[in-house]
């Protein structure tokens, strides 16, 4: 009977020991798993801190461009104004107009070439010249319709004023040195693009005569 019990409390020794020993084990692998894991939320925390400030850093490097684009575009229209002033003062005095346009048969669509009818109002304008006899400065703008790339139209409008500055030099011998073109494209409309009648008449090549 004696044996018996001693048997039984070394048993249940045994098996006591065995649940501590367990339950030591799964403690410290329980341990070592939350361990585990605070690393990798910490590692994931640096890096979302890490994006937060390389964001932060973005959007102040875009908010600093465009400040200086604002800027920029500031400087270039102040810059555009101070050129337009000086090449006014340059000119002089406006002292007379001439308009070649569409409804002259000037122009036709998509086209530079003088018409008879715009090559009688160039010389009828030279002569109005030869009578002032003064020194003058002659600007020549070119001018298209809406229709077409706005690239385009810039190329059509100045082949349209050189092709009068052309006539002029070698009809009637008006020096190249006095005379300048530019090309306004279809910047500068005088009637409703929407019209064929209109987009005809913005189709033209103003002169432009300065003392």
């Known amino acids: 009977m004696r044996v018996r019990t001693k048997i039984l409390c070394l048993g249940s020794v045994i098996l006591l020991a065995a649940l501590w020993s367990a339950g030591c084990a799964t403690k410290k692998y329980v341990q070592q798993e939350t361990a585990a894991v605070d690393k990798k939320v910490e590692q994931t925390q640096t890096e979302i801190e890490a994006n937060q400030k390389r964001l932060k850093e973005h959007d102040e490097r875009i908010a ?45 669509f998509d086209s530079s070439e003088l018409a008879p009818e715009a090559k009688a109002i160039l010389d009828k304008f030279v002569q109005d010249l030869v009578a002032q006899n003064r020194g003058l400065y002659i600007e020549i703008q070119g ?34 040195y006095r005379m300048q073109v530019i090309s306004m494209g279809a910047t500068t409309p005088i009637a409703d693009n929407a019209t064929k009648e209109g987009r005809a008449k913005n189709r033209r090549v103003e002169i432009l005569v300065y003392e």
């Not at 800027?71 to 007379?96: F, H, P, Y």
């Open 64 to 108: 600093t461009l465009g400040t200086l684009i604002t800027q920029a575009q500031g400087q270039i229209k102040d810059t555009d104004s101070k050129i337009e002033q000086v090449r006014k003062e340059a000119q002089g005095t406006l002292v007379s107009k001439a308009v070649l346009q569409s409804n002259d048969a000037t122009f036709k």
């Open 143 to 176: 001018h298209t319709d809406s229709t077409g790339p706005e690239s385009y139209n810039e190329t059509l409008g100045q082949k349209r004023a050189e092709a009068v500055m052309l006539y002029l030099y070698k009809q009637s011998h008006i020096p190249l």
